[in-house]
């Protein structure tokens, strides 16, 4: 599981592991892989935004849109 987040916060690394059963909070929540929930493992990611190449996928995106909208 991912959080679709830009950062990690009080929400990723707190609210949303209780909300999934995870035992484990604060920033070891993203160490502690696999986490065993009613007796499944259940990997847990930081926050989708944390990766360096999300800036690579805005601005190809961005760039999409441009060219679209220009081409209309």
Do not use: W
């Amino acid at each position: 599981m991912v959080p679709f987040f830009i950062s990690d916060g009080l929400h990723s690394y707190e609210d949303i592991p209780k909300l999934l059963g995870i035992e484990c909070t604060g920033m070891d929540v993203f160490r502690k892989n696999p986490h065993q929930v009613r007796g499944r493992s259940l990997y847990y990611g930081k926050a989708i935004g944390t990766d360096p190449r999300f800036a690579d996928v805005i601005i190809e995106q961005t760039l999409n849109a441009r060219s679209v909208t220009h081409a209309g």
